[in-house]
Each structure stands twice: as C-alpha cells, then as structure tokens.
C-alpha cells in the first residue's frame, strides 16, 4: 500500500472511518451526485415547472386596488377652545398604531356591514355552496375573507398608509378599499363627535347638580345673615361697622360743635357779669342787626353831639335825639341778651347730640361684637358658596365650550389619493409562479436525488473505494454491455473473450492495470498467489479473475487459475471442466496435477477447474493437501489466480485468503453496499489475509464519465479515443 494510503482513516482492525475529517463539504462528491442524478433532476424539474404554469393559467386573476391615507401633523382650530379629544401631532408609533387599526377586524367588520358583503359569494362561500349558515357565522367568514386579502403598510418613514386589496372584481377591490379609508376617517370622526356629546350630556348633568348646590349654599348665607342681622355695605366692611365710623364721626363733630358753643356761652356770661353791655362779643358783633343798630346809634350820638353843641341841653330836637339814641341801645341790649340766650340753647343742645350719639355709639360698638362673632359661621357659609359658585362657572364655561365644539369634529386622517378601477390584474405574475416552479424543482430533486442516495449504499469511484473502505483503489472494470467502445455484436460477446479479441479495449487495459497494481504491491516475489474474492455474489468476481489471469497469460506470465468456488464454477464453452480429472480429485490424491490442469489454447492460461460432478469435501481450504497444491503451484507458475467464493455467505473464502499471498477484493459499481465490504475486510482481517486492493467491476464507463468524479473514468471522454 503507497504512503498516501496510509493517512486515510482507520478504526479498530483497519475498519475505515466512513467520515472525511478533511472535508466538511465535498463539493466534487456533490456535483458527481448532481452529474449523476441529472435525468432525475431534469425530469423532476420539468415536471414542477409544468405545474406551475398549469397553475399561472389555472389561478383566477386577481386585481389589487390601492389607496392612500396620510395623518394630520396640524387640526383646523376654528375656536380657540380645548377639544374633549385634543390633537396631537403623530410620531412613528402613532402611525404604526393607525396601520393595525386599519387591518382590524372590528373597522372590517364596518365595511362588511356598509357594503352587505355577506351576499356577495366572494366573502360568503356558502351562497355559492348552498349552505344555510347564521348571519353572524357569515358576518364572520366576510370579515377573515376581507382581512385575507387587505394589505396595510406604512410607505416608508413618511406619515402616509398605503392600503390595498386584492380581489376577483376590480370594481370590488376599488370599493372595498375606498369604503375602509373613507369608513377608518368616519370612525375617527365619530368618535370625537361621540366623546363631545358624551362630554356635553355629562356636563349638563353636572351643571344640574351644581346649580342646586350654589343655590342651596347663597340661601345658607342669605338666611344665616338675615337671623343674625349681618348685612353687607360693602365689600369689606358691614353696615355695623359703617355705622359705628359715621357716629365717631358725628360724635367727633359734635363735641367740638359743644365746646364751641360752651365757650361762647362762657365768654358771654363772663363779660356780662363784669358789667359789660354785651357789644364786646363775638355773637353780638357779627349779627346784622346789632350792626344795624350800632350803625344807627353812631349817626345818632353823632347828632346829638351836633345838637348839644349847637343849642344846649334844652334844645327839643335834642332831647328827641336821645330818647331815640335811649331807644336804640335798649333795642341793643335787647338783642345782645336774645343772642346770649340762643348761644345757651345751642351750648345744651350741642351737649345733648354729644350725649345721644355717644349712645348710639356705645350700641353700635356692641352690635358690632355681636356680629363680628356671627361672622364667623358666615364666612363659612360665604366659603362653601364661592366655592360652589367657582365650580359651577367652570363647569358651565367647559359645556358652553363643548356645545360650541359640535359639528366641527374632523379626523386625524385624510385620503391622499382614492383607488381607481384597476384594469391589469396584480396576480398571477408568470415570474412568481416561474420561480416557485424552480424552487419547487431544486427541492424536490433535491429530496428525490437524498432519497436515491440514502437508498444506494454503493461505492461509485475509486476515490469513493479509498474513503469508505480505507484501502487502495486498483481501477475500475468496465461493463462491456454498456460500453461505448463495442457495436451490438462485440456487446453480446462474454466478456472474457474480450480479452483475446479487443486487447486493445478499456476493458482489457482494466485487467492490466489490475495486474501491474498486484505486480507493484508484491514486488520482490517470484511467483505471486493472488486471491480473487468480492463480499456477496453476483459482483464479476469470477469473470474478473479469468480475466485476470488471461491477462496475465497474454502477457507472458506463467499463469495459472484454480477454481476455488465449490457453488460457482467456472464454466463456457472455452472452458470445458471435462478436460480436466477436477481439482476435488487432485486434493483426494485421484491423480496427477497434469491430469487435473488443462490448457487454454487462445491464451496459454492453465485452468485448474472443479467438476460438476464432483462434490468432495466441505472443507478442502483448510487441508494439508490444498496448502501443498498451493507449494507446488508457486514452483511452477509465476502468477496463481484462485477464483474463491463470496466472503460474507461462504467461509471458505476466508481460509483461502488467508494462504494468498494478497487478496483484491471485488466491489460492483453501485449495487454493493459500502457496509457489506466492510464487514467482509473485517471477516478477512480477522484470518490475517492481506488485502492489497479493491477494483470496481462492471462499471458503465458512460455513467462514469458524467458523475465519477475521483475516478479515471470521469476523464473518459479525453481518452476514448486510444481504446477505438
């Protein structure tokens, strides 16, 4: 065995590996397979991309309706008011949002309603059917069939929504999706208008239960004012305590007015007292009478005076005078004590407006007390109907707000674009089908080619022959039926007689290859045994080995070929056993060696055959007289050929082998299984037969040459032309 051979892997008792840790993936062991299984896959291939043109013309046209819809960044604000549902500008997640809203069932549900999709067969099989179902189990089948066929997608990073659908009927497809956009914006509307009515209906229930508490919190303060007396003048003050500023005012007033007039009244006795004529005084002096009167009495005293010093002191004019002068200051006088006695009345009345309004002033101080401590509670009661009030106003500027707010609700989406009748139908695309037709085809040749592979446990290539088995490879035996190299006539021929009539053959040069590999992995023998066995019947071994030692005879070699098959003899007209007394009869010592041996004329083989009619003994490989046939033969011949049996069902195989000088083991192309040679290398290396080789027998060389890549074979087309 060379030195690459002995890297290959190995287990216990030279059992090979079956796993190639050099190569995870065998590339060339993958395009043999596709090579090899090319008719497989082409037939499989045609056959599914029939189908799935069958199918393109088979499937209903489909025609897909779009339509777009984008959302508001910025709402109409006609008032400036806060909505029951305020306006947000949208994000990414907002549009993600509307687009599951518009693929959900309850809006499908809207739209199946709106256009009585339940009596169109298309959402309701059972019409077609004739099928009796409830309105809801349609209602529901309409809805899976609506969203089956819905297409809902956000058109890139915008804030715009394509939607689409598919249908049979183009003016369906362009109803259904102009019905569900118009349908997604009335919901929207609808729902505002819903939230404000909601909003106003239960404002004005709470206005009514508001305007029952204000009015039940002002007669609170209403009566707790009118049993206590408190009645408000002004914001921050009461009228008690208006009251109680106005008397300290008046009191204020009337005191000084008391003094005042005291004073007078003092200043008036004083100087009447001290003898005074009550001119000197204030009073006397600033009233008008007193001033006429003084004037009078001045021109008087001064015509008196004329008068006394004119006529004397017993003049009548004079004495007229003054009495009248007399007259005037009595009327003087007179009316000086009148002003003394009014300035008395209004010094005790000033005191009794002091002392009056100092009363009232004293009340009014204790009625403020009272209520100051009445204000208390009131401010309460004030409290609770502020509050009330505050709360009532708000409620009653938010409904006013909300009423104003009705009919002017709008959706947070617009259509962009309304769909069209469509007139080319969006499926089937003959690429799509062509395309699943392809990969229809690779997967399933792909199973088909994984089956004929798992279910073919044979060896196909001599590189195969070196992987699974772990020995070497000595070439590959052609199938001279199948070969390109041999008319009709040279095919029916036996093949051993291919040796003699087309030596220059493939078929021949297999064999001599077969014999140079022995030569080589023997070198340094004179004579070689070689044993000729394969693990299970039906393999050419024994085709092979006449072959073989044909090849070797032709060659020159002293070569002889002794049939060891007790089950399977060599047989044919060239080869006539009754030429010979038999090898059965040579081991019972019945004859000579040269009675048993006959010669092939056409080749100069020796044949040591085995009769038909002789069964001998069971166990002839084990005998004395086998081991020294085997002596004498080495003697005289120069290459020994056995023909021995299959090495799985007859033991003798084993035995055989195990005198050879080398065993070649015989493995049909594609038929044997790897593990059969397996266990039939084990059965041999547990006897110490030295197995040289393995050879690949009847092997089409056309099929070789398309998928036996690690084989000559493969390269057969380069070289046909030296075997014509």
């Given at each position: ?280 005084l204030g009073e006397a002096l600033d009233s008008p009478v007193v001033s006429q009167l003084r004037a009078k009495r001045a021109e008087l005293s ?25 007259d005037i200051d009595d009327q003087i006088n007179g009316e000086v004590k009148r002003i003394i006695s009014n300035v008395s009345i209004q010094a ?377």
């Amino acid at each position: 065995m060379d030195a690459r051979l002995q890297h290959l892997p190995r287990t216990l008792n030279g059992i090979p590996n079956p796993v190639d840790e050099e190569a995870l993936v065998d590339l060339h062991g993958l395009i043999r397979v596709i090579r090899r299984r090319l008719p497989v896959i082409l037939a499989i291939s045609a056959i599914m991309l029939a189908i799935a043109v069958v199918g393109y013309f088979l499937t209903p046209p489909r025609y897909l309706a779009r339509t777009s819809v984008a959302l508001e960044r910025g709402a109409e604000q006609v008032i400036k008011v806060d909505q029951v549902i305020p306006t947000v500008d949208p994000d990414s997640a907002s549009v993600d949002t509307e687009v599951e809203v518009l693929k959900s069932p309850e809006l499908a549900g809207k739209v199946v309603d709106k256009l009585k999709l339940t009596q169109e067969p298309e959402f309701n099989p059972a019409i077609e059917e004739g099928i009796s179902i409830t309105p809801d189990a349609a209602r529901h089948a309409a809805i899976l069939q609506l969203l089956s066929n819905l297409e809902v997608e956000r058109n890139g990073f915008s804030y715009a929504i394509d939607v689409g659908y598919q249908s049979e009927s183009p003016q369906m497809a362009a109803r259904v999706v102009n019905t569900l956009a118009e349908t997604y914006i009335g919901s929207q509307v609808q729902e505002k208008s819903g939230a404000t009515q909601r909003a106003s209906n239960f404002l004005e229930e709470q206005l009514q239960q508001l305007r029952g508490q204000v009015q039940s919190a002002e007669a609170a303060v209403s009566q707790y004012r009118a049993r206590h007396g408190l009645f408000d003048a002004s914001r921050d003050s009461s009228v008690a305590q208006e009251e109680l500023t106005g008397l300290n005012t008046q009191l204020a007033q009337a005191r000084a007015q008391q003094a005042e007039a005291e004073a007078r009244l003092s200043t008036a006795r004083s100087q009447l007292a001290g003898g005074g004529s009550g001119e000197e005084l204030g009073e006397a002096l600033d009233s008008p009478v007193v001033s006429q009167l003084r004037a009078k009495r001045a021109e008087l005293s001064a015509k008196v005076a004329s008068l006394r010093q004119r006529y004397g002191a017993g003049y009548p004019e004079l004495k007229s005078a003054e009495e009248e002068l007399r007259d005037i200051d009595d009327q003087i006088n007179g009316e000086v004590k009148r002003i003394i006695s009014n300035v008395s009345i209004q010094a005790n009345a000033a005191r009794q407006r002091t002392a009056s309004l100092n009363r009232s002033l004293n009340r009014t101080e204790g009625t403020l007390a009272s209520n100051n401590a009445a204000s208390v509670g009131l401010a309460e009661l004030e409290r609770n109907a502020e509050s009330a009030r505050v709360l009532y106003q708000a409620f009653l500027d938010r409904y006013k707000q909300t009423r104003a707010q009705r009919g002017l609700e709008r959706g947070n989406a617009y259509i962009i674009a309304r769909a069209g009748i469509p007139n080319v139908p969006a499926s089937p695309k003959l690429l799509i089908f062509l395309v699943l037709g392809v990969v229809a085809a690779i997967a399933a040749s792909a199973v088909a080619v994984a089956i004929l592979q798992l279910l073919e446990r044979g060896i196909e290539t001599s590189d195969g022959i070196e992987k699974k088995l772990g020995i070497a490879s000595f070439g590959s035996i052609p199938d001279t039926a199948r070969s390109p190299e041999f008319d009709k006539h040279e095919a029916g021929l036996p093949p051993v007689q291919m040796i003699l009539e087309r030596p220059q053959s493939s078929f021949a040069e297999a064999f001599r290859r077969l014999r140079t590999s022995i030569q080589f992995a023997q070198s340094g023998k004179d004579s070689i045994v070689v044993a000729v066995t394969s693990a299970l019947p039906g393999e050419g071994k024994t085709t092979s080995a006449i072959c073989l030692a044909r090849s070797a005879a032709l060659a020159g070699a002293r070569t002889i070929l002794v049939d060891c098959d007790l089950r399977r003899r060599i047989s044919g007209s060239e080869f006539n056993p009754l030429k010979s007394i038999g090898l059965g009869a040579l081991l019972e010592g019945k004859g000579t060696l040269d009675e048993a041996v006959f010669l092939d004329e056409a080749s100069g083989l020796y044949i040591l055959p085995r009769r038909p009619e002789h069964k001998g003994p069971g166990q002839f490989a084990d005998s004395p007289a086998f081991a020294g046939l085997l002596a004498d033969l080495r003697g005289l011949f120069d290459f020994v050929v056995l023909d021995t049996p299959p090495v799985l069902p007859i033991d003798d195989s084993r035995i055989i082998s195990s005198k050879a000088d080398c065993v070649v083991m015989l493995v049909r192309w594609r038929k044997t299984p790897a593990k059969a040679v397996e266990l039939a290398l084990r059965n041999l290396d547990e006897v110490g037969s030295h197995v040289v080789g393995a050879s690949l027998s009847m092997v089409d060389v056309r099929a070789q040459a398309r998928s036996g890549f690690g084989d000559a074979g493969y390269y057969y087309n380069a070289y046909k032309n030296y075997y014509t």
